[in-house]
């Protein structure tokens, strides 16, 4: 009966933590900027890393 | 009762004599929609055939439905006291439901009180019942040939079922044989339980009420089970009470999801401004002939920052259907420090906008805060199944903002066609995360599940009890 009640307020707890921290959420603002960063600075002039987004077609039965 | 003698005579077939052995028949199942096996009893020399419905049957069959006999929390000679009355068992009769082809058997306790009056005990499915005769004020079982008139009560003949014996053991106040047919009807009136069991030549009628297994330890002083049950029934209550912390966990898991769920709050403002830098410019890119806007909105204010945000895109319809074409767009939260920084007091000259978002890929800090691309489609075609129409108008993302303040929202919107910049809307929200409580809330579950399962079948006794 304890180990169950503690067992659920472990659980209860880390779920709140984990929401509440935010984990596994993506960053916008400082952490994405380092990320990008890093990738430009790794990536060669001309790569085409950025090239304009034509994603077309998101069908996966590919007609038309 | 039943002899050794009596079983080897009914063991030979009854149109040539030969011996019966356990045999089998498969046959397709309609409603199974497979083939079925199913046992039988089979004459070596003719090759008569003896289903269920028969008694040389349960001959055949009787050590597949009576090797567990042993299992049982009565036993023969047992003497015990109930409400003051005493009891001694007797005998016993073991039943297998005759529509059932896997094992389903329940035994009747015989026992005689001392003053000579029959009782019988019957342990089913880890159930106790006790059943003494009783003698109706009116019964008619011959008038309708649906019902059976019990009292005032209808008892509809459909609900009978056929119990065949398969075992016989003590001294029994009648003469039964092994594949004897019993029809019962089993029924509640006036909050009584009745029984009704009908044979080839008598009818007898009991009323039954269910004991629990601890009263029958008691009353009929059974030491050997005593500490087995108690430790038993322990267990089960333990169970019990971990499934409701585990009920009580799944609860709260779930009100925290819907809670997080619906506690949305809009940003204002978002599309409230807008500068198209560029519209339906035309553009080829391997080969292929498409079409680019871009538009910047705000400045917007996000009040909070740490927080985490939804960003939802659709197409707007009420503007420009979306119709047999893709669109497909690369969004960017853009800080308004950080465009200040690079067009200055310029922010609203297109001109220099539109220079700064030429570079922006070029940039080793980058301008935006965020970014997302995704697409729209709306597509036909036929497959095996025939015609299909199928799109995908909406997008939704989530991202934590590290930093309150201002922001733009800019857009490069790709199309297959020219489309109006005004048929993509944008929206964004604070909201709460749920994911996590939902997974917790499926340990919830399956913990409480496999607790609730066990306090009821948690036993350290050698046989079935289902007393909590």
């Known amino acids: 009966m304890i180990r169950s009640i503690i067992i659920a307020a472990a659980l209860i707890s880390s779920s709140i933590l984990m929401t509440s921290s935010y984990i596994g959420y993506s960053g916008a603002g400082k952490e994405y900027f380092k990320k990008v960063r890093e990738e430009r600075k790794s990536l060669r002039a001309g790569s085409g890393y950025y090239a304009p987004y034509m994603g077309g077609s998101g069908s996966f039965r590919s007609g038309k | ?58 001959h055949v069959f009787a050590d597949d439905l009576t090797y567990d006999k042993d299992s049982t929390l009565f036993k023969l000679g047992l003497k015990g006291s109930i409400n003051n009355v005493e009891y001694e068992i007797i005998g016993r009769l ?14 009747e306790w015989v026992a005689i009180s001392a003053d000579g009056v029959f009782h019988y005990f019957v342990e089913e499915d880890g159930e106790i ?7 109706p004020e009116a019964i008619d079982m011959e008038s309708d040939s649906s019902a059976i008139l019990f009292e005032g009560k209808r008892i509809s003949k459909s609900s009978a079922y056929t119990g065949r014996i398969v075992l016989i053991e003590g001294e029994l106040p009648w003469k039964p044989e092994i594949g004897e047919p019993s029809t019962c009807y089993d029924f509640k009136k006036d909050g009584i339980h009745f029984t009704i069991e009908q044979s080839e030549d008598e009818v007898s009628i009991t009323k039954g009420e269910k004991l629990n297994h601890g009263q029958i330890l008691s009353a009929f002083s059974i030491d050997t089970y005593k500490e087995k049950y108690d430790s038993t029934i322990k267990k089960r209550t333990s169970y019990g009470k971990k499934s409701l912390v585990y009920a009580a966990g799944a609860c709260f898991s779930l009100m925290a999801a819907f809670f997080s769920c619906f506690s949305t709050t809009e940003i204002k403002g978002v599309m409230g401004q807008k500068k198209v830098l560029t519209t339906n410019v035309p553009f080829e890119e391997n080969g292929t002939k498409a079409y680019q806007s871009q538009v910047l909105w705000g400045p917007f204010d996000i009040p909070e920052g740490n927080k985490l945000y939804d960003v939802s895109f659709a197409v707007d319809e009420k503007v420009q259907k979306l119709n047999l074409e893709w669109q497909s767009f ?120 496999i607790n609730k399962s066990k306090s009821k079948s948690y036993n350290e006794l050698p046989f079935e009890m289902a007393d909590k």
């Open chain 2, 129 to 135: 019942w006790s059943y003494e005769e009783y003698i």
């Open chain 2, 330 to 449: 690369r969004f960017m939260l853009i800080s308004e420090k950080r465009l200040l920084d690079l067009a200055g007091d310029k922010v609203n000259d297109p001109v220099v906008l539109n220079d700064i978002f030429e570079e922006i890929d070029a940039m080793p800090e980058p301008l935006e805060s965020y970014i997302i691309t995704a697409d729209f489609w709306d597509e036909e075609g036929r497959d095996s199944d025939g015609y299909w129409h199928e799109s995908d108008k909406s997008y939704g993302s989530d991202f934590v903002l590290d930093e309150a303040g201002k922001y733009y929202a800019y857009m490069e919107i790709f199309s297959e066609n020219p489309r109006s910049p005004d048929s993509v809307t944008i929206a964004i929200s604070r909201v709460r995360g749920y994911r996590y409580y939902i997974v917790v809330f499926a340990i919830f579950i399956i913990l409480y599940l």
């Open chain 2, 1 to 58: 009762m039943g002899t050794g003698k009596e079983e080897l005579v009914s063991l030979k077939c009854s149109s040539c004599g030969g011996g019966l052995v356990k045999s089998s028949r498969t046959y397709y199942d309609k409603e199974e929609e497979e083939d079925v096996t199913v046992p039988l009893a089979k004459c070596v020399q003719c090759g008569k055939d003896y289903d269920q419905h028969t008694s040389e049957f349960y």
């Open chain 2, 94 to 107: 073991r039943y297998q439901e005759e529509e059932e082809y896997e094992k389903c058997t329940w035994d």
